[in-house]
């Protein structure tokens, strides 16, 4: 049986960015560009005209911005968008996934330049991760975070022992949505150390920190070298570089540093979990939210055998159910949750 071809329609006011994103993406075998749109409102009428699989998006477009048109498309028509952004370190791409967008792609620079060859790796891995993206779950994720984001009931009396302190997470396709939810809904400061690996560019985690900060009761910052892992304290991974840990006398450091070559998704999560695993023991709660690849699975392993505890996010709430399947198939994940009861599950299991 020959592969699904994946058919993509390009939304951008640059005739060269234009160009040059369907150039990318028309040597690769199995993407056919359907057509291009030069701004939100021509991006609509050739949606409905052409019907495509998935669509790259530019946010700054004249006439009808990017935000208008994945309001329209997603009440209409809820496609896959990724969007090519080159406001490095805005907000706007969060509030783009936010409005229904499922990836986004980070442009070397706003001006017209040849550096754009540059995302091709990136861009095309992405299309293919995200080509087939049930919308349903994506637009669930949406419509739960604007209603009350409140822990739902306890519904069972299980107890777990209260000796796990520190909570690591990874994450990759459909994280930033999935850890908003997940961060909103613990509505009082606890005494639990957390810390994130999302597989996200240099450039955009600070403003996913600062984004976060704002809708919970815990401090979430973009870690630092020399930060302190602390008690009501989030970390997370600056884009491209990995987050582990190091003891100081009494108190457990954050150490950011360059990933190896052989890591080809980063910030890593098998390393933030191992190197976790190795300070925190079985004191350690790992968690493995959607996203696509194996990155986490060796890490999971680790995690057991120092006597920590796993969870993995289900199929039917992961918008890539790729690596919470692969973590899921070494036999170390002790329990399979939905994103609606996991923050739930993570403060039982820390005795809450």
Same mark, same amino acid.
């Given at each position: 049986?020959?592969? *699904?071809?994946?058919?993509?329609?390009?939304?951008?006011?640059?005739?060269?960015?234009?160009?040059?994103?369907?150039?990318?993406?028309?040597?690769?075998?199995?993407?056919?560009?359907?057509?291009?749109?030069?701004?939100?409102?021509?991006?609509?009428?050739?949606?409905?005209?052409?019907?495509?699989?998935?669509?790259?998006?530019?946010?700054?477009?004249?006439?009808?911005?990017?935000?208008?048109?994945? =309001?329209?498309?997603?009440?209409?028509?809820?496609?896959?968008?990724?969007?090519?952004?080159?406001?490095?370190?805005? $907000?706007?791409?969060?509030?783009?996934?936010?409005?229904?967008?499922? $990836?986004?792609?980070?442009?070397?620079?706003?001006?017209?330049? %040849?550096?754009?060859?540059?995302?091709?790796?990136?861009?095309?891995?992405?299309?293919?991760?995200?080509?087939?993206?049930?919308? =349903?779950?994506?637009?669930?994720?949406?419509?739960?975070?604007?209603?009350?984001?409140?822990?739902?009931?306890?519904?069972?009396?299980?107890?777990?022992?209260?000796?796990?302190?520190?909570?690591?997470?990874?994450?990759?396709?459909?994280?930033?949505?999935?850890?908003?939810?997940?961060?909103?809904?613990? *509505?009082?400061?606890? $005494?639990?150390?957390?810390?994130?690996?999302?597989?996200?560019?240099?450039?955009?985690?600070?403003?996913?920190?600062?984004?976060?900060?704002?809708?919970?009761?815990?401090?979430?910052?973009?870690?630092?070298?020399?930060?302190?892992?602390?008690?009501? *304290?989030?970390?997370?991974?600056?884009?491209?570089?990995?987050?582990?840990?190091? =003891?100081?006398?009494?108190?457990?450091?954050?150490?950011?540093?360059?990933?190896? %070559?052989?890591?080809?998704?980063?910030?890593?999560?098998?390393?933030?979990?191992?190197?976790?695993?190795?300070?925190?023991?079985?004191?350690?709660?790992?968690?493995?939210?959607?996203?696509?690849?194996?990155?986490?699975?060796?890490?999971? *392993?680790?995690?057991?055998? =120092?006597?920590?505890?796993?969870?993995? $996010?289900?199929?039917?709430?992961?918008?890539?159910?790729?690596?919470?399947?692969?973590?899921?198939?070494?036999?170390?994940?002790?329990?399979?949750?939905?994103?609606?009861?996991?923050?739930?599950?993570?403060?039982?299991?820390?005795?809450?």
């Amino acid at each position: 049986m020959s592969e *699904r071809v994946v058919r993509v329609l390009v939304v951008d006011d640059s005739a060269y960015n234009r160009r040059t994103i369907i150039r990318m993406l028309e040597e690769i075998p199995g993407i056919q560009v359907l057509g291009y749109a030069c701004n939100g409102e021509e991006g609509l009428r050739k949606v409905f005209d052409l019907k495509p699989d998935l669509i790259t998006l530019d946010l700054e477009m004249p006439r009808m911005d990017g935000f208008s048109f994945l =309001r329209i498309l997603m009440q209409n028509r809820p496609t896959p968008v990724i969007v090519i952004s080159s406001r490095s370190g805005d $907000e706007d791409v969060f509030k783009a996934l936010d409005f229904g967008a499922v $990836e986004f792609v980070s442009k070397p620079s706003a001006q017209i330049s %040849p550096e754009l060859f540059n995302i091709r790796d990136d861009l095309l891995r992405k299309v293919r991760e995200v080509a087939g993206t049930d919308m =349903r779950k994506v637009l669930q994720r949406s419509k739960a975070r604007h209603k009350d984001a409140g822990l739902p009931a306890r519904t069972s009396p299980r107890v777990f022992p209260s000796g796990l302190t520190q909570v690591v997470i990874g994450a990759s396709t459909g994280g930033p949505p999935a850890l908003q939810t997940l961060f909103t809904a613990i *509505r009082s400061r606890v $005494e639990i150390g957390f810390a994130v690996s999302q597989h996200m560019p240099p450039g955009f985690t600070r403003a996913f920190a600062d984004r976060l900060n704002k809708i919970g009761s815990l401090e979430i910052k973009e870690a630092e070298n020399g930060d302190l892992m602390k008690p009501g *304290r989030v970390l997370v991974a600056p884009g491209g570089r990995n987050l582990t840990f190091r =003891r100081r006398g009494g108190d457990v450091i954050a150490q950011v540093g360059e990933p190896s %070559p052989d890591q080809r998704y980063t910030p890593s999560v098998d390393a933030m979990f191992q190197s976790s695993s190795e300070i925190f023991g079985d004191q350690l709660l790992a968690v493995v939210l959607t996203g696509m690849g194996n990155d986490g699975a060796r890490g999971v *392993r680790l995690v057991k055998q =120092r006597g920590g505890q796993v969870l993995a $996010e289900a199929e039917e709430s992961s918008v890539v159910f790729g690596m919470p399947k692969e973590a899921i198939a070494t036999g170390m994940v002790d329990r399979v949750v939905p994103l609606a009861e996991l923050s739930r599950e993570i403060l039982i299991r820390c005795g809450y």
